[in-house]
């Protein structure tokens, strides 16, 4: 496995690397950093958690440190290196990361993005910053405001290229594009090489080396995937009950349009659950708060539609389930990319009622595998099942073909448990972490020690998650995050938000 210390990285940006506790490269990074710092243009597939934003960040600014200054004159900070991304939580981290690298180096790094108040990005660019991480609307304010200059630009990195263009930022991009030098080095990176990315790359990128580390579509093998048949009416309780029985300390919640997204945070909270909702009618402080809450612990389910799809590295999110199944099926891996990551193992539970037979062969299609749907069993339903399952032997054939699990959910093994992984199980419980055929994949994970970290909760151990807490609906105790249902006295019926 490679090493950073082959690349012979700057003393500052190895310091940074080690303190970030990496001990060897991912495959994106070992074979996408000598290519930068080389110069030469770059086309990357990568998973979204593979250690993407490291494999340019770090040869870009070792090859901008020969132009690192001290002086306070904003001429001598002027952009040398500009990072687009499709959305502010994007870009907010990879900000966040860039920083980290650079934090022993004198280059100077910003980001902007829009729905935030442009006069503290003003201030900052222009101080100077050598390198601008933004989203494509915003930059192009800035630009227009004459508050930026991108004459100086040596490399431009086009992330999640793919998503900018299904945002339809390819006008912005070019208008960008235009801003920028002739000569320059443009990294571009996509989930997939469609055709309009090939187009893209035809007319910005020279000579460009193509690494593809991962198909374009796999998910990450250390997460295990169950689809379960439940009716619309259904979803609710048999959320509670997987969180429950398996125990998940935390997990993302997909949900389709931004109004279930906020009906679904707001009952699941009178149901006393610690939620908070993050959808795009949301103001950026509240999105930034929200995933904030959710960082911190303060709020165990994040209900969200695909706004929170790509990218967005929370690492430890144990679960991920789509409470509506996406209408693209790119968006499936995409979310189920949100656990898994860097590693850990995670579990992705996704509901499929009854008219989702066309979205089911859809995933199908970019899985290249046959899903299995399993009967939704109820945990009151299951612990009539289990007792009467504890007098016979576990091992005997037809609990094996009914899926029944004759431990009690207290027995079961918490998720990140090692030896609940894998395929040694095939129960359809729906805490059978083994149960779906998916698991097995889990044995071909790779051999790389960056990919067997062990999960770590952040939420600590004796906290237990409100679902363990909250037998009873607890109304009153409604998260800052979500504002609370506005009461109305007199003759009129209070309205649904
Ligand atoms: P990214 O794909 O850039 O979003 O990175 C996913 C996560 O992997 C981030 O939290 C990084 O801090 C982490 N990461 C990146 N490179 C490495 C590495 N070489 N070893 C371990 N973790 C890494």
Redesign the pocket.
Known sequence: MSS?SNLQLAPELARA?AE???????P??AEAIPVVLSGRDVMGA??????????FSLPLLQRLLKHENTSTSPARHPVRALVLLPTRELAD??AQ?VKLYAQYTNLRSAVVFGGMDMKPQTIELKKGVEVLVATPGRLLAHIEAKNVVLNQVEYVVLDEADRMLDIGFLPDLQRILSFLPKQRTTLLFSATFSTEIKRLAGSYLQDPVTIEVARPNETASTVIQQFFSVGDEDKRRALKSILKQNKIGQAFVFVNSKLGCARLARSLEQDGLKTTALHGDKSQDERLKALEAFKSGGVDLLICTDVAAR?L?I?DVPAVFNFDLPFNAEDYVHRIGRTG???ASGLAVSFVSASDQRLVSDIEKILKKKIDILPMEFEDEFRRDASRSDRRDHREPRDRVEGRDSRTPRERRPFHDEDSRGAKEHAHTPSSWGASRYASRSNSAPKDP?FD?PYEPSVPADQAPSWEVAEKPAARSISANIKPKRKVAALFKSEEV
């Open positions: 950073f690397v970030m506790g990496y001990e060897s490269m991912t994106i990074q990568a998973q979204t958690g593979t250690g993407k934003t490291a494999a981290q990879v990361q990218g590295d690492k990551r860097a590693g960056f970290k």
